[in-house]
């Protein structure tokens, strides 16, 4: 049925307890607007995908140029924020000083930044993921989000909180990238799920920054990860940045469907 009047034409639909015009158009407002903001939130949320790993390598490029100690080999990425074990005698610590009063501050802020950026991308993630799988990788990547935010409050020279929330970071991202790309390939979603297990491989690397952390004695066979440090981190990180660009463009795209369920 159509109810016309004053040139307003509304289609009635069937609501209990609603038998008039008012009535039916405040419904019909309020069923609009949640749309709207659900799909408002999930479109925000995958531009976020891709403002993190804009923010994320630009801080950190902008870090690098500032620091005239810093060596992609020698160096882990967070010696930026507060180089801590330069003066060490056991060469699997020693490294050189990479830190400055700029590049610190830098570090800090663009951790916390980067952190909520992508922790706004992963609540988008969950709202987006209907599957068993997809779910619990959503939740595992709000888990590395502010494992990333805490990387800003607790940098390098904090000890403890930053290598507990360095491993958090380390382990959480991976089996968020993991799960995921299980839930793309069962999705029917193949060719986009194996480019997803890939990059959930390469971001494994990151684990290898946990053997400095656990003071793995085996530096002999682990050579690549020792030397070459900040290289090993900033691919693992550019892996999980193409994650979150290319569900962060899904995301956006199909904002409020979901992408997986």
Not at 104 to 114: E, M, P
Not at 149 to 175: N, R, S, V, W
């Amino acid at each position: 049925a159509t109810a016309n009047g004053g040139g307003l034409s509304c289609k009635l639909v069937n609501i209990p307890n609603c038998d008039n015009l008012y009535c039916i158009l405040r419904h019909t407002s309020q069923a609009g607007g949640e749309s709207h903001m659900k799909s408002g939130f999930t479109a925000v949320a995958g531009i976020c995908g891709v403002l993190f790993f804009i923010i994320f390598f630009g801080q950190l490029l902008l870090m690098v140029a500032l620091s005239p100690g810093f060596s992609w080999t020698a160096n882990w990425i967070s010696d930026l924020g507060g180089t801590v074990g330069a003066d060490s005698p056991i060469p699997l610590f020693k490294r050189p000083v990479a830190d400055t009063p700029m590049t610190a501050s830098i570090y800090v802020a663009g951790g916390i930044i980067s952190g909520i950026v992508m922790l706004i991308f992963a609540f988008g993630l969950w709202k987006s993921m209907l599957t068993p799988a997809s779910r619990i990788g959503s939740l595992a990547f709000i888990i590395a989000s502010i494992a990333q935010i805490c990387d800003g409050i607790f940098p390098e020279p904090t000890g403890l909180p930053h290598m507990l929330e360095t491993l958090f970071l380390y382990l959480f991202a991976p089996m968020a990238i993991f799960y995921i790309a299980a839930a793309t390939i069962q999705s029917n979603q193949k060719s986009l799920g194996y480019l997803v297990t890939i990059l959930g491989v390469l971001s494994l690397l990151q684990l290898t920054a946990l053997m400095w952390i656990l003071e793995v004695e085996f530096s002999t066979y682990f050579s690549a990860a020792i030397y070459f440090r900040a290289t090993v981190q900033a691919i693992s990180m550019l892996a999980i940045g193409l994650f979150t660009i290319i569900f962060g463009v899904k995301m956006y795209k199909k904002a409020p469907n979901p992408i997986i369920g």
